[in-house]
């Protein structure tokens, strides 16, 4: 069953600005704040910190190997 939402402007904007930001449909980003009580400032500080990741990752920012080495040993390896 589809419903019809009147949304103001100001969310509409934030809606579309999360749609070009990440790969989630409007109706995804509205049915995630929904169902799963994400609001849509929790799913825009998401999307901004995926983003921010990923250019860490294309700037080779990585962990070092003994940072690694340091985590693994805290909480032990398989």
């Known amino acids: ?10 969310i ?3 809606i579309d600005s999360l ?3 990440s790969d989630l449909s409007r ?4 049915e995630d704040a929904l169902a ?3 609001s849509l400032a929790w799913q825009e500080q998401w999307v901004s910190g ?6 860490e990752a294309d700037r080779g ?3 070092s190997d003994a ?3 340091a985590v693994l040993n805290k909480y032990g390896s398989p």
């Open 27 to 30: 109706d995804q980003i509205v």
């Open 19 to 21: 749609v070009e930001r």
């Open 50 to 55: 995926v983003l921010e990741a990923v250019a």
């Open 12 to 14: 509409s904007r934030r």
């Open 61 to 63: 920012e990585f962990a």
């Open 36 to 38: 799963q009580g994400r």
């Open 1 to 10: 069953m589809r419903n019809t939402v009147q949304i103001p402007d100001d």
């Open 67 to 69: 940072e690694i080495e």
